[in-house]
């Protein structure tokens, strides 16, 4: 595997542990200074929870990009290939996690306008592509792909500011987040393993560990919630890895696109039916599918289980279709092939969420609430 030991693997399970253990220590810090989220009219659960478990995945998160770090150095062994980045990408990867976590907590601790959370988040995209927006300035005159370059990295830009608040409005039941993460990350981190890129393999594996750790404390019952510090830099690692996967199969870019399609169209749906009916898209609400569904009946695990179904039944046949799954990712044919797959799945799932609303609308008529 390219670029990276085997034995890096094993020290996976270290990374789960230390999640956990600090998702159960910030627990207790929660409730010392009242990070309790309370049950209302916009929120999905009928229990006072402490929110901020978040933290535990950050910090996992930065503990292993360090020791990448030293790897880079030469102090450890990370194999006889070079890396898939340098040490200004890693330092600007890390600086970006810690910006979206920063906001995040302060929100978590008292509030934040959503001007500044979004600045920070467009700040936190810019992290990411600073080096090679550096190295683009400094060959822009030389370069007459130049301006293509730089709307490309603008649209990545948008990618990431959107990825991290579609996963910030995706949090709300038990699980949802933590289980759809886990599965996104193993998914991309198997695609670039099959590429022969275990380097991405590996940091990608390293960010569904430190979800993984945190999923006991929030699912099936929530002792606590991610919160906003949690659940912005899920986003931001979903699409981090999501970049490395295309960069690992460039021919079967659409890949990761098809991994997240519950979330993306559930959003995206969600968004636009809001802006359309003129309603105040940007401000709180309980419209999302997975919302209605718990409104409508559906218990959390009920509807953890749909949208876990939709990813076993619709999105791992969907990359298998198409070759992302095997060790010939990237193959030529798997390009159209994963284009159909790709329209294929986000038309079902256009389908799957109309039909999924009205449902849910009419039994509510039903019920009469």
Known sequence: MQGIDAAWFALLPAFVLLSACLTG??????????????PGRRRSHDL?????????????????????GFALDGSLNWGESQVHWGPSA???LIAAISLVAIVGWI?????????????????AA????????LLLAAEWAANPAAGWMAAAMLVCCVAVVWSINLHNFMDGINGLLACQ????????????AQAGRGDAAWTIALFAAATLGFLPFNFPHARIFMGDVGSGVVGLLVAVAIGWQIAATPALWMAGLIAVSAFMVDSTCTLLSRMLSGRRWYSAHREHLYQWLVR???SHKGTVGLYMGWNLLVVLPALYWCGALNAHAGNLSGKVQGSQAMLAVYALAVVAWIFGKRYCLGKRRINGS
């Open 181 to 192: 993460a886990v599965f996104v990350l193993v998914v991309l981190a198997w695609i670039c």
């Open 25 to 38: 220590l910030s627990i207790g810090y929660a409730h010392r200074r009242q990070l309790i989220d309370h």
């Open 90 to 92: 890693l330092l600007m």
């Open 48 to 68: 006072p929870t402490p929110r901020g478990g978040g933290i535990g995945i950050v910090i996992s998160v930065v503990a292993g990009l360090v020791l990448q």
């Open 296 to 298: 409508s009946g559906f």
């Open 107 to 123: 929100d978590d601790h008292r509030g934040l306008g959503a001007g500044l959370r979004l600045g920070a988040h467009w700040a």
């Open 126 to 133: 810019v992290l990411l592509g600073l080096p090679a927006l």
